[in-house]
């Protein structure tokens, strides 16, 4: 058998994997491609720059990874987009503010609905129970990251040194994450 023949065969059996699959995992798939575009969409890099040769393999790392959530192709998206984001703004730059959080808040999603597509199999039903308690864990840690965020920016302007301010970013974290360690241990 050829390379070509094999490929065909690959191809094929993908799209009957598709046709196969419920309406609400192409959903999540899909939302897992819009997510991964609209990352690269935040960084809106040159194509003419090694940022946009990184947002070309990212992208197809997106398309993968919307075919075969549970590889490695996810893990190529987060990495670009965060290679992406280093380019752009350097090691010692000063990157705008509202553009990082979103970027943080898309990595995050995007590596959460991976998961979730790679935990079960593509031709599985979708439980309800199982989005409702999945959907509480991305808010309450939605929800815990905007308490450090707003809890850090008000730090980072209060007068003080680097170890003050990063003292308080810590007790910021600890103060969030203790009871979110409460919810999870009583389960």
């Known amino acids: ?13 993908w799209v009957r994997s598709a046709r196969a699959m419920p309406a ?4 999540l798939r ?16 040159p194509w003419a720059s090694a940022a946009g040769f990184l947002t070309v393999i990212g992208l197809l790392g997106v398309l993968a990874t919307m075919v075969l959530p549970d590889s490695a192709a996810a893990a190529l998206v987060l990495g670009t987009l965060i290679a992406e984001w280093l380019l752009a703004y350097g090691i010692h730059g000063s990157p705008p503010v509202v553009t990082t959080l979103l970027l943080a808040l898309d990595l995050y999603l995007v590596h959460t609905v991976a998961a ?4 079960m199999p593509a031709s599985a039903e979708l439980d309800r129970q199982l989005l409702v308690r999945w959907s509480g864990h991305i808010g309450l840690t939605l929800v815990a990251s905007g308490v450090v965020v707003a809890i850090g920016y ?3 302007h209060l007068p003080g040194s680097l170890t003050l301010e990063l003292l308080g970013l810590l007790g910021a974290v600890a103060v969030v994450a203790v009871p979110v360690w409460l919810v999870h241990g009583r389960r």
């Open 1 to 13: 058998m050829s390379a070509s023949d094999v490929a065909i065969e690959t191809v094929n059996r």
């Open 24 to 27: 609400p995992q192409v959903g």
């Open 30 to 45: 899909v939302l897992l491609g819009v997510l991964g575009v609209a990352g690269f969409a935040v960084l809106h890099q």
């Open 116 to 119: 979730l597509c790679g935990a």
């Open 154 to 156: 008000g730090v980072g």
